[in-house]
């Protein structure tokens, strides 16, 4: 029987991060994917600071940077009532190649559509030795037991075998089977709308119309909004999004067709290439983990597509989960460490899926006034009013520092608050802070790095003016307990006045776990603390089976 520490279901994005993740850390991992790992139909395409962040952390973005999606368009969205009809208004963004990074990160977001950032996910994951991914491999089904987990899964020839493994991480999507198998069951609005996607190539729909190169056309008519056109690579390739209400109703042919000519505005001639029916959604999984089994991604957050939360926050649910399952595979991560996954992760799904859901409303709500249709002055004056309202509703969705960067593990069992007020979570603005639960912010240093550059393999304990005497205490209980740690003394005033405390303790995923101008009273109870191993009692070490152990079983 195969048998691996840790069987991964699922090669979309969020598979291959963790996968990705596991083997940069040396953990064994075995991913199995149903489909061949090509893409049908591309459906994510921003790819977020902070995702961008763990990419810089994995050496990926020279690949992200070289992927083939134009870095010289511009990425305005812009709101008319049709390709050739009136403009309404537009937020201008500049294009890839000439945007620059914000202050707070040393990244900033990319434009890298899901059949350009898969493949650079699925190589990286690949480069580890650690790592086994199995492509046309299918779970159909998974039991636990006190040792481990067994999955049946089903190669391309329809043959069946078993796999034994010491946790499963259910990647696999919306329709997700291991969340079934652990009985997990999703909370909240099963229909938000009906769309319809079509990818059409059309090479000269640029020449149709007058309002330039752009990201996304917004289209309006007098029921609101009710489609959008999106650049999906930049050139000739456009996702035609076709947006209906909740109730459920496929698009024929003839309507896909009068579709895209209304929102042109003029006869066209183009191909279409796929139509995928799609429904949005609003909801999260009431639990991350049952035993042995997490949900992470789309199988555990599905929200609606309005902010380009979806793959983002699910790349975030794997870097959490990757050190902690590493922590328990080597030993060191106590027996709670694996919970705060879920204590960690679902309030920020639930944040995120939340927030997703108003700029749906937001892009929805608003009914134009017959008048914006038509060719006077009071259209004239109903278009600019019309449009001055939208663009500052849609401001919310497309201005998201915050919700990339300044989400924060408030009720981590496994961070030591230290009694300071956390900054407002507004969508829109971060506010960097170093306090336990946040991410540890970005400054540049005196070498050119980055201070996130330092963070990543192991605990590390930033000394910032610190006294020796008092960074050995924590250094000699991280070693009592082998947990992994760095000293890394800095002298620099400003990361201080950043980071607020001489000591300051980072987790491997770059969030802070406790912070302090002097050694802590008791350095144990801290560290046994951030392994997750204090309220079972300090001492233990490693929860469940080794891979040894299964290697035996098998
Ligand atoms: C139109 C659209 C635009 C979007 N834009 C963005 C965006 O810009 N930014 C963003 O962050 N998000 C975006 N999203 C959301 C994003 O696409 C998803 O959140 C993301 O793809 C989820 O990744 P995942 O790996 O969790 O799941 P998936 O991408 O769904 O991957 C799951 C994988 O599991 C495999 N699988 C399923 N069952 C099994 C099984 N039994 N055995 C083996 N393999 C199995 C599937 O074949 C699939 O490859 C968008 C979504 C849509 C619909």
Known sequence: MDATPILIVGGGPVGLALAGDLGWRGVRCLLVEQSDGSIYQPRQDLVGIRTME????????????????????????????????????????PSMGADRPPSVSPQKRERCPQNMFDPILRAFAASHPAVELRYRTRLISVSQDSDGI??????????????????????????????????????????????????????????LHDKGEAYRFIIIGPEGTWAT?????????????????????????????????????VDVDYEILSVVPWVRRELVADRYRNGRGFVLGD?????????????????????????????????????????SFEAERRPVGMRNVAEASRNLRRMLSPQPDPALFDDSAAGARERERFGRAFADAMRHEWFTLGMHLGYRYAESPI??????????????????????????PHAWLADGRSTLDLFGHSFVLLGLSADAADVRPLTEAAARRGVPMRFIPLD???????????????????????????????????????????????????????????????
């Not at 067994?150 to 034994?164: L, Q, Y």
């Not at 990647?171 to 089977?177: H, L, M």
């Open 54 to 93: 763990f990419c810089r952390r994995w050496g990926l973005v020279p690949a992200v940077e070289a992927s083939p999606y134009p870095r010289d368009v511009p990425q305005d969205n812009v709101y008319v009532t049709s390709l050739t009809g009136y403009e309404l208004g537009r937020e201008q963004f």
């Open 150 to 207: 067994t999955a049946e899964v089903e190669d391309g020839r329809g043959g069946r075998s078993p796999i034994r493994a010491c946790y499963i991480a259910g990647c696999d999507g919306g329709r997700s089977v291991v969340r079934e198998t652990l009985g997990i069951a999703m909370s909240g609005n099963p229909a938000l709308t009906h769309t319809t996607n079509v990818i059409f190539r059309c090479p000269h729909l640029l020449l």
């Open 229 to 265: 056109i999106v650049a999906i690579n930049g050139r000739d390739q456009w996702r035609f999004s076709i947006i209906r209400g909740p109730q459920e109703r496929e698009l024929g042919t003839d309507e896909i067709h009068a579709a895209i000519r209304r929102a042109v505005g």
């Open 299 to 339: 199988a555990a957050h599905m929200m609606s597509p309005t902010g380009g939360f979806g793959m983002n926050t699910g790349i975030g649910d794997a870097v959490d989960l990757s050190w902690k399952l590493a922590a328990v595979e080597e030993g060191w991560g106590g027996p709670d460490l694996l919970d």
């Open 415 to 440: 961070c030591w608050p230290d009694g300071s007020a956390a900054p407002p979570d507004d969508p829109k603005t971060y506010v960097p802070t170093a306090r336990p639960g946040h991410r540890a």
């Open 492 to 554: 620099a005033p400003d990361l201080l006045t950043l980071y607020e405390r001489r000591l300051v303790l980072v987790r491997p995923d770059g969030h802070v776990a406790w912070r302090g101008d002097t050694a802590p009273a008791d350095p144990l109870a801290v560290i046994d603390c951030v392994r997750g191993a204090s309220r079972r009692g300090a001492g233990r070490t490693a929860t469940g089976v080794s891979s040894q152990a299964l290697a035996t079983s098998a």
